[in-house]
């Protein structure tokens, strides 16, 4: 059964730090392209950024620009967002995805391009 999970939200105040970790399991995921979303109450879930199978490719959404890094760690089957200068408008649950595709598929900012999700974890920036 494949998995992935997310870790590391919480409550941080506004120009605070997180570190989300995201461990897959089931299969290994080095070969795939991996990306975070969030959701916000009432809203869609939206893309924050994307990793390259190899870890040499990011891209990022406009809010995410400069203040978050995705990194990746192949040989741990994990995937990891630093998140700096948070924001309240920040507050959302972070989600954890993958590609089913492998080396040749790109970074991609739409949902139904990843296969593999995680259950989520929860990330508030308080005033």
């Known amino acids: 059964q494949v998995q992935l999970v997310e870790s590391g939200g919480g409550l941080v105040q506004v120009g605070g730090s997180l570190r989300l970790s995201c461990v897959a399991s089931?299969?290994?995921?080095?070969?795939?392209?991996m990306a975070w979303f969030r959701q916000a109450p009432g809203k869609d879930r939206e893309f924050v950024g994307g990793?390259?199978?190899?870890?040499?490719?990011?891209y990022y959404a406009d809010s995410a620009k400069g203040r978050f890094t995705i990194s990746r760690d192949s040989a741990k089957n994990s995937a990891y967002l630093q998140m700096n200068s948070l924001k309240p408008e920040d507050t959302a649950v972070y989600f954890c995805?993958?590609?089913?595709?492998?080396?040749?598929?790109?970074?991609?900012?739409?949902?139904?391009?990843?296969?593999?999700w995680g259950q989520g974890t929860q990330v508030t920036v308080s005033a």
């Open positions: 995805a993958a590609r089913h595709e492998g080396r040749l598929a790109p970074i991609s900012r739409q949902r139904s391009d990843y296969n593999y």
């Open positions: 089931g299969r290994t995921f080095s070969s795939n392209p």
């Open positions: 990793i390259s199978w190899g870890g040499s490719t990011t």
